[in-house]
């Protein structure tokens, strides 16, 4: 929506770039997701049967634990949801790998003894490693997506409180910039640029 002085008065950067931070994870990380914001990925077929089973062979956890654990440690870009998490549960309950007791309203899962010696011979490979956690990305790419996020705060700034003429400036710098970072990869680029005037 338009504000008083002509500007932008809607989304901040971190809706509109997914760089806002999230749990101390930096600006790299999208709200409730993967880098640059998004829905969590889905972990291959398998993936959250593998969570529970590694999860469990670690110590006892109810189904809201594994769920946090297993986002924890994709670093967010991967969250099971309930309805895949509680059926896999039953299921491996089913098959005598896990079993479930009562606790303070809670029902906490642990390894059977059959469970542990499924987990020993068959060792599940860890569905998060799939995933890139911010956490381990080299400094340089932090700093790049950290300045990313200044620059988009800088953005709705000049939007919001901006002449037209300061917009269309920013707008043309803008795109010179985007062109400059493809020129980076490439001596010439023939990327298109849909706002040239």
Known sequence: MRGRHGGWHGPGPESLFGLGERRGRGPWAGPGGPPFGGPPRKAR??????????????????????????????????????????????????????????????????????????????????????????QEWPGDVKAVFKEAAQLGTALIQVVQAGTPSQITEARKLIGDTRRRLYGILADETDEPDENEE
């Not at 999860?55 to 986002?71: H, M, T």
């Open 45 to 134: 077929r398998g993936g959250v049967r593998a969570a529970i089973l590694l999860l469990l062979s670690e110590e006892p956890r109810n189904g809201y634990q594994i769920i946090q654990e297993a986002e924890e440690r994709s670093g967010g870009a991967w969250k099971p949801s309930p309805g895949a998490v509680y059926p896999a549960l039953q299921q491996l309950t089913d098959e005598g790998l896990i079993r479930g007791e009562e606790s303070e309203g809670r029902k906490t899962f642990t390894l059977t003894d059959e469970g542990r010696a499924h987990v020993e011979a068959n060792p599940p490979e860890a569905p998060w490693a799939e995933h890139a956690d911010p």
